[in-house]
Structures are given as structure tokens and as C-alpha cells.
Nanobody, 124 residues
Framework: QVQLVESGGGLVQAGGSLRLSCAAS????????LGWFRQAPGNEREFVAA????????DYSDSVKGRFTISRDNAKNTLYLQMNSLKPEDTAVYSC?????????????????WGQGTQVTVSS
């Protein structure tokens, strides 16, 4: 089992940057595929980015490709999301998830564990 805690959210102006972190507990962290998802009010949770257990494979939604970068540090049990060129439509609660498949998977139903989320608000 793994527990996930996100941090790094906040209020930023359009065009700015934020880096989210997701700290994990558990000795098997390096075997999980990891992902970032977001949920805006009135919307379903949607896929943002994912990374495989070794970090060799990544996947991004079209809406963030070229602006966001997902990475992980298995020695620190931490997942990151660097977000650049932020837009007001990026405003949402961002959550990290872990999947037992180990891959960079986009379907939210593939994920077994979730953090509580961190709020990101982008002002215009």
C-alpha cells in the first residue's frame, strides 16, 4: 500500500509557473506507475500526465503537452509536475495517483491509490 500527499499548489497569474510535488510512503514506491489528474468544479477528474515506474515512459494530455513536465525521483519517493505557461483553464484540484501496472497509464480507473489533492488557481 502507498499513501500520497500533494503539495505546491497556489495562486498564480496566467503565464506563470508552479511545481507540484507528490510525496509517497511505502517501500515499493518505485514499482508503481504514477500520474497526475485534475478536477475543476462541475467536471470529472481528467488525466494530465503519467510516468512509468522507471521514468522511461511518459504520457500527456493534449491540453498540457509542451507546457507541463512530469518526473519522479524514486530515491526520494517523490513525483513532480512542472507546470509552465499556465492558463486560467488549468485551474483545478490536482491529484496524484499510483497504479500497480507500473506503466504511464491515462485511464483514471487504472489507478489504485490517490492523494487528497492540491488547489491550483490561475488568474487572468
Amino acid at each position: 500500500q502507498v499513501q500520497l500527499v500533494e503539495s505546491g499548489g497556489g495562486l498564480v497569474q496566467a503565464g506563470g509557473s508552479l511545481r507540484l510535488s507528490c510525496a509517497a510512503s511505502g517501500r515499493t514506491f518505485s514499482r508503481y506507475g504514477l500520474g497526475w489528474f485534475r478536477q475543476a468544479p462541475g467536471n470529472e477528474r481528467e488525466f494530465v500526465a503519467a510516468i512509468s515506474w522507471r521514468g522511461g515512459s511518459t504520457d500527456y494530455s493534449d491540453s498540457v503537452k509542451g507546457r507541463f513536465t512530469i518526473s519522479r525521483d524514486n530515491a526520494k519517493n517523490t513525483l513532480y509536475l512542472q507546470m509552465n505557461s499556465l492558463k486560467p483553464e488549468d485551474t483545478a484540484v490536482y491529484s496524484c495517483g499510483a497504479n500497480l501496472y507500473g506503466g504511464s497509464r491515462s485511464p483514471r480507473n487504472d489507478y489504485d491509490y490517490w492523494g487528497q489533492g492540491t488547489q491550483v488557481t490561475v488568474s487572468s
